[in-house]
């Protein structure tokens, strides 16, 4: 199981932060931060694998992350997921961000991060890992944005009659 | 003024997006929460305008809010109405933010089930998927049972895109509603063979999710997994699959000598990294669990060891960081293998990864060994000294303990080089593990006698020297390693060689600056001290110096008087008043010493710390049971307020000087000595030192400790600056020691060798040496912690009492009882209730078995045969069973005989339990039929006798791929059965699985055939026809709807009535909606604030042949007699071309008989009942009932909800209850064709009716 997936860049901003157990806003806030102190002291040749400690569930559980130009991918999960999977994994998912967003950088993340969730929503949900087929996620992403897209029409003409 | 007014109004009419928001954050950086607070402002205002559009935007927003920190909740119920948005973007955007920030005690949760419904039933996949996904992270108890059918429906949707996420959102319902987790599984087996590769991923993602928490019972699993693993390509499946095995194997060594090959071949094959890892941890687990026997077992580990030292070496961290995690597991079994890889793991202490050097550190502890230990513990200190953060060095003290301290202090061979490790170790400053050295530091002077005299030194040295009362006491954890210090000096202060100098170090007025439990130890050990103190001044003449410590005490103790601990307070305020009476006893010349020291007489001895625990409970004590009345809740017990030192505080409540006569002492200690004698972890003398002490005989000897005088005892921290720590000494000096005694060794062995007289020659030392050679330098006695008498041996690994997953260890080979039925307010999918024609369907899969057998074979006779079936081909294998199988079997059997005290047993009770044992017995086949080709001839041999089952065995045994095993013509066999089955596996097991579902659906209602359980009468009974309470309501070209009606066992005045929609046409039924004429007596519950003609809308919509269930909530007032009330269901007929509107009318019947709740009775209250005088009677008859009387019983029970209460042969008592509590007793008595029914009841108009219900029901057949 994955417990939550954080994304924040070099200072520690959350970028997107999705929990699949519920903590307070204050706990979620001072996992991230926790979390990012632990990750960036780490330096950059080293294993992608932490043990969270307390921080999250305790010692069942790992941060798994990757580090990419300013942002950090963190991945909270425990002994049933296999830490390279997951390191594959997100590899998949920042490669499906890149395609839909066609060279996505922080700035993407900063400003979309509702199109960031949908798109993470395909290849997790509830802490499972749904999909791992780049294609298929995004055939499915492109799909739904289509729907918005025809719906979006109407909204903006319901808009204008306002 | 006026332009920002109209700057206003523009910025309302163009509400802020979620990017205009970012935007404006970004440009706020120096009053970010003051722009927050006015955009939460504004979100308001949006939320509180009508157009969903703004209301979306806003609720956007929020969810963005929500990861910067702030709480939403507030909003939830815009949340709850944008979800409900018929636009898929709207909705999307809601349940986002509902995933976000719902969780269970959001309130508003509960007005979302209907939402959530009708949006999984949605025509648009991606409706139904975004409510899929956003459920998976706020489902609750309610909401999983409410929606579990649902759910379930989804899982056969025709887009493997929903498909994959129904499956996957199981899991998170199985979490919130256990209950759910049986009726849902055979489905979910059923989604491991699906034809789409996503749903099979979710589906082997879930059980093993499941299966992890509750491996054995998903053992009956595992051909299916094989054959997956053997078949699958992705690696994800494959890793998911490797994984569940490895949690497998422990359980079933045959399934670990299985897979073996296969995963043997995978590590070879592959070239995914994160494959080849997870098989070799499988390969590992199945070597664990494999205790000997496999011939090529040691290849298995060399080639896992090989794989992982290429892992290790490897440049990528990742790999190292992995190699040394799998390595690690081998250690625990196969220490060997690893230890040869020494240098390597050595190598990995000095990489610059924290991560990889824990990983390292952990394998070093199962590395050590009596020589290596003094050096690897060096090699630690070193990195002590080095490490920078203090999480890591903390963690290298703990290792240094761990290492030091593991099996009983295994590997030390001098404990003075290890005191003054621990000694070395407290100028840590900062750590948290003060108390961990501290307990080590009491553990060892407790237990290790021979080194009290030298830990007693060191400790007082510690005292005296003020390096750890230095810095923040309060958060300084190193500090409690005085607390060690004081309790040694002063319980074993005969040893020390200046008591008064220790006792004035322990009364220093900087002591009161530790915390208090440290301080009241130091206040209670400075009276021991003192004890000790005046028995040597009184031996004396001069009687001043004895006066004069008193006269110290007395002076010291007020400051530990002023403390503001309780604890230090009462001790000292009670030492000082004592030491008063003393200096004044002193000052009559009396002779005290021997009564003060009298009160801390007394050997202690340590206790385990699960001693308590072990006490049996004694018979006849209830500790549950209360000894007054309980106090009010608001009376609370803390037992224990802090746990540090437990063992020393079980120690402190023992009563200290108890007064035991010579001989009970006696007694004990040779009690101890055969203790000690048996305890394997007792450190006997090895024969070669026991020459050294051979005068000293037996336990009591206290060995010489022959410590040398040339080691300073000096303050570690001045040590530091001769050069080297203290702790190096005793290296060297133990090498020196080893050495000595090696050349002696030598010197005793090779007389002969006269030319090599100078035994300390440095060959001796490249020379091997093995483990036995080393001799300890000092006799330590190593005192085992004592246990109480008879203690239990059962060791009880606690499990957390609040693990969610423990309410998932469901056997789910039993069959589904009706009890288990998911709950009213959901619906389900009935294409299985719907027609008798294929209720016979699920019949059959009882049946099918006798009639396979040629005869009319009674039932029993199968099972027997099938029982010796199996025993021979147990026998046949010369396996043992292993214990779990047995268990299992056993509950199996216990099943079968067991009555079914709920009365919600179904007719096929007896029938059921042998198809899954079956299963089992399926598995053991599938088992056995590993290649192990010395069974294949005694199979072979035992054919010729028996036949069928030997031929499946020899057959099966010969057969390389053993999951497909060959086909055999033994169709009356059950294993030949399965093997049929297996053949033709992708039909035959969907349907058999549909028949399942089929079943618990026909059975869904309660009461059948509860008698074919009682009297142990089961197995001379034929099988029920199938029955089912549906019947039609009301039918058209478009729809046909059948109903149930059940009481309501919570609520006396209502009832429910299941209404089954079928959908006959081949348009889209949309819009239903049901209406009822209510009368005065019975009325449809409707939603607050909607009329009393209003009709209810029925929750789904209805694609072509599909069928729904609806549940309709009916208050009544008198439930005496039969009610119709009439009805109409308007709905909308929906095609390519047109839509129209639709109406059925229907009458609603509302028998007496669906009053009644089944409900249970022992015959001793059925008797008193009787007695009681109270009921009035009437009795009916019936002719011409061609019928097995078990069958009419059955018919009594499930048509009309009554339990049989007692049977005998062909009379039978009965009993149902109403949901207003009357009391309905029947007495069945059946001679030929004719039955007469005598029924009793409180209430003589109902009793009427369900006698004339009754009649109804066999006059139809």
Redesign the interface.
Known sequence: ?IKAILIFNNHGK?R???F?E?Y???T??QIIRETFHLVSK??E???????GGMLIGGSDYKLIYRHYATLYFVFCVDS?E????I??LIQVFVETLDKCFENVCELDL?????KV??IL?EMV?????????MN?IIM?VD??NK??KS??F??QS??QD? | MALKIVKGSIDRMFDKNLQDLVRGIRNHKEDEAKYISTCIDEIKQELKQDNIAVKANAVCKLTYLQMLGYDVSWAAFNIVEVMSSSKFTYKRIGYLAASQCFHESTDVIMLTTNQIRKDLSSPNQYDTGVALTGLSCFVTPDLARDLANDIMTLMSHTKPYIRKKAVLIMYKVFLKYPESLRPAFPRLKEKLEDPDPGVQSAAVNVICELARRNPKNYLSLAPLFFKLMTSSTNNWVLIKIIKLFGALTPLEPRLGKKLIEPLTNLIHSTSAMSLLYECVNTVIAVLISLSSGMPNHSASIQLCVQKLRILIEDSDQNLKYLGLLAMSKILKTHPKSVQSHKDLILQCLDDKDESIRLRALDLLYGMVSKKNLMEIVKKLMLHVDKAEGTTYRDELLTKIIDICSQSNYQYITNFEWYISILVELTRLEGTRHGHLIASQMLDVAIRVKAIRAFAVAQMATLLDNAHLLTGNMQRNGICEVSYAAAWICGEFSEHLENPMQTLEAMLRPKVATLPGHIQAVYVQNAAKLFATVLKSQEGNTDSTAAQETSQLMIERLPLFVQSANLEVQERASCILQLVKYIQKLQQKDVEVAEEVSALFAGELNPVAPKAQKKVPVPEGLDLDAWINEPPSESESEDEQPKAIFTKEETKHSRPRHIEVDEKELARRREARKQEQANNPFYIKASPSSQKVYQDTPGVEHIPVVQIDLSVPLKVPGETQHQGLPMSDQYVKLEEERRQKERAEKKKKEKKKRKEKRSGRGKKHDSGPESEEDITPAHMVDIVTEEMPENALPSDDDDKDPNDPHKALDIDLDKPLADSEKLPVRSHRAVEAAKSPGEDGDAETVATQQPKKKSGKDKRDDKKKDKDKERKKSKDEKKKKKHKHEEKEEDLLRGEVHEPVVQSEGISQVAELPTSTSAEVSDLDFWLSNAPVPSNTQEAATVAAAEAPVAEVVSGAAQDSEPDEPKDTEMEETKSSKHKKKKQKKEKEEKEKKKKKRHHHHHRHSDGGGEESVQNGTVEEEEPLPSMSNYCLLAENSYIKMVYDIQGNLQDGSQVVVSVIFENKCDSFLKSMEFNVLDSLNSKLQRPEGSGPHDGLTVPFQLPPGVSNEARFVFTVQSIVMPQKLKGTLTFIVKNEESSTHEKLDFKLHFTCTSYLITTPCYSDAYAKLLESGDLKGSSLKLEGVNMPFHHLLARICFHHHFSVVERIDSCSSMYSRSIQGHHVCLLVKSSGQTVSIDAKCDEPTMLGNVLDEIKQTFSQC
């Open positions: 199981m959350p997107l932060s999705k699949y519920h307070s806003e204050d979620e806030q780490r330096d040749n080293v294993c992608n694998f932490l043990e049933s296999s830490e390279l999977g390191l594959d900063i400003f979309h991060v509702d969730h949908n929503a949900m509830g802490g499972m890992v749904l999909e791992t087929n298929e499915q799909a739904q729907m918005e719906e979006t109407i909204f319901t808009r306002r």
